[in-house]
């Protein structure tokens, strides 16, 4: 059973262009999460989806940033106009259902680097 | 809010000894689940252990145990026979049913020397 997938591993993209990160959940999970790990810190919470359907997006920056899971495909960040700021390592984890009993499975991440 | 403390920055232990990382939160819940996840230089979050704040029982996994302290809201993980491979950074989280995120900590550096 392949675990969480996400493309690219490494990202690197100039100040003001536009970042795509994809992450494609474990077999049988319909629960998407986003987190973003900055350099010496730990994971922040960034956005939680279910197919089509926005969850909670709590954690995530209001202007230049969403995400989607769409029926059919992979879960997309999206990052527009791309500031140094943004450069860190984002998360994409699932589960099988969005309850307390369900274990978060972390893909290996994106590690996005701005110029 | 729930708030994860990782108050140790970096340990440092001998091959085939026994380290305890720290952890220690805060939350008004009654139900939640603490973990603890791996990141080794491959930077993959790996999990470790889980546990569910219900259970009294403390979670073992093989090599991994925890001491969970629901009272003191404590939950600390014990590597025992410490092997090279668990040199990495270990990151404490914490969930609630009340919503869906995990809240982690700042992590702790874990050498484990020869």
């Known amino acids: 059973n392949a675990g969480v997938m996400q493309n690219p591993r490494h990202l690197v993209r100039r100040r003001g262009q536009e970042a795509r990160l994809r992450c494609s959940p474990m077999?049988?999970?319909?629960?998407v999460y986003w987190y973003r790990q900055l350099p010496e810190e730990g994971l922040k919470f960034m956005v939680y989806l279910q197919k089509e359907n926005i969850i909670d997006e709590s954690g995530m920056p209001k202007e230049r940033f969403s995400a989607e899971f769409p029926k059919e495909g992979p879960s997309i960040l999206r990052i527009q106009q791309v500031v140094r700021g943004d450069s860190a390592a984002y998360f994409c984890?699932?589960?099988?259902?969005?309850?307390?009993?369900?274990?978060?499975?972390f893909g290996p991440g994106t590690r996005l680097t701005v110029l | 809010a729930q708030t994860v403390t990782q108050s140790q920055p970096e340990m440092s232990v001998q091959e085939a000894e026994t380290v305890t990382l720290s952890c220690t939160y805060d939350t008004s819940e009654s139900n939640y689940y603490l973990f603890w996840y791996k990141q080794p230089p491959s930077r993959q979050m790996i999990l470790v252990i889980r546990?569910?704040?219900?259970?009294?029982q403390n979670a073992t996994e093989n090599r991994f145990s925890v001491n969970f302290q629901k009272a003191a809201k404590s939950f600390s993980l014990k590597i025992s026979d410490s092997q090279l491979g668990d040199t990495a950074m270990y990151f404490c989280?914490?969930?609630?049913?009340?919503?869906?995120?995990?809240?982690f900590g700042k992590g702790i550096t874990l050498s484990v020397r020869p």
């Open positions: 989280a914490f969930y609630t049913g009340a919503n869906s995120k995990l809240t």
């Open positions: 546990q569910e704040a219900y259970k009294q």
């Open positions: 984890a699932s589960s099988p259902g969005g309850s307390g009993t369900d274990t978060q499975y």
């Open positions: 077999k049988g999970h319909s629960h």
